[in-house]
């Protein structure tokens, strides 16, 4: 039988959030911007009952969430929303990480083209950056900061919280990608110091192609950011175009499931983590953890199998597993990871390196053990 091990690319859906999906599918099929019908109104009423559903699991205000079609567009409103206020002003300076997802680094690239001034930082073999190495970069022109919460090839969880707190007394603003940490992390994110932060349902067991963006107030005043998208004017006039009201609805179930269920399930994630840790150390096979396994998430384990390529591995095992070599927004580029290539590995461990990422549901150890046997024969 074939395990499941990509929960870091797309989890499975609830199927509580299925359920509540469906209904309202059938029942709440107006437009929740059409103010001259009921059902226009009970649409509208679903939209806002799912918003105060992510509020409450991010620990902020109702009218700080903006509803987006997932954390690539959430990341981009933050960043490119950004442009004109840093062209006005003349604060053209953003720093980032190297280990960004693709959908921070894709638009900073862009607006490195434009003439803005965008610094990298590297987190060296451990995979975590070190706070002081961003905080020291801050200069008078500094727009923005994008660090994001944790790391989806690697699972190491980086140093949000003392960045945000310093930035906080700044003009600088900060953005956290935290896709990978919602609905997880809950007591950690609830207690971030952050300007914007983006998040997504098809990683916590909602629907893809919704999610949203966290636009907080910076000394009592809203944020300069501009809208991307025009047409309409929605979402407190940040984003246009009509609410998928379903999927909202969904991704409001699945954070009040998240909610009530994290803790039993980081329970759950060690327990499985340590159920892999164990069967690849009595193995045999020859293997480097990739990552700092101090701050590493409990769902989440990066492994070079040295010898194996890891694209031979994939095709040769998805019998037993699905299995990943990087981030699902560029896994048709057989290029080597970006993340671990920023840390400073050996060719040998990026070329043999995979990603295991899984849920709360106990493994099938037999599976992986599979896997396994494919390596070993291998190297």
């Not at 995979?127 to 660090?147: H, P, Y």
């Not at 998208?229 to 009201?245: D, K």
């Not at 009040?256 to 340590?274: L, P, V």
């Amino acid at each position: 039988m074939s395990i499941y091990l990509d929960y870091n690319a797309s989890t499975p859906i609830d199927e509580r959030v299925l359920e509540v999906m469906i209904h309202s599918y059938r029942e709440f099929y107006g437009n929740a911007d059409s103010r001259t019908h009921n059902h226009g109104t009970t649409a509208r009423q679903a939209v806002e009952n799912a918003r105060e559903e992510v509020a409450a699991l991010l620990g902020v205000r109702k009218n700080e969430v903006i509803f987006t079609s997932g954390a690539t567009e959430s990341n981009n409103m933050a960043i490119l929303g950004f442009a004109e206020y840093g062209m006005e002003s003349d604060r053209r300076h953003i720093i980032t990480t190297a280990i960004e997802h693709k959908a921070v680094l894709d638009p900073l690239k862009h607006l490195k083209s434009k003439g803005f001034d965008v610094e990298y930082v590297r987190p060296g073999e451990s995979g975590r950056i070190d706070a002081e190495d961003v905080l020291k970069r801050v200069r008078q022109d500094t727009l923005l900061v994008s660090v994001l919460h944790v790391n989806n090839e690697t699972g190491i969880i980086q140093p949000i919280e003392e960045i945000g707190k310093t930035l906080a007394d700044t003009n600088t603003f900060f953005h956290t990608d935290a896709v990978q940490s919602c609905g997880k992390l809950v007591d950690e994110v609830r207690a971030l110091t952050y300007d914007f932060l983006s998040l997504t349902a098809h990683k916590m067991h909602g629907s893809q192609g919704i999610g949203a963006l966290v636009v907080r107030r910076k000394k009592n005043k809203k944020p300069p950011i501009r809208p991307i998208i025009f047409g309409g004017g929605h979402e407190g006039g940040l984003r246009a175009g009509t609410l998928p009201v379903a999927l909202i609805d969904g991704f409001g179930k699945a954070c009040e499931i998240a909610s009530h269920e994290y803790k039993s399930n980081q329970e759950s994630y060690a327990t499985n983590k340590a159920m892999i840790l164990k069967a690849l150390k009595s193995s045999g096979v020859n293997y480097i953890i990739n990552g700092e396994q101090a701050h590493c998430m409990n769902n989440t384990l990066n492994v070079s199998f040295l010898g194996v390529d890891s694209e031979a591995l994939m095709i040769a095992t998805n019998q037993y597993c699905s299995i990943s070599n990087g981030s699902a927004c560029t896994s048709r580029d057989y290029s080597y990871s970006h993340v671990l290539m920023a840390m400073g590995l050996s060719e040998e461990r990026l070329e043999s390196a995979i990603r295991l990422s899984w849920g709360a549901d106990a493994l099938d150890m037999q599976a992986f053990e599979n896997l396994l046997s494919v390596v070993k024969s291998q190297q």
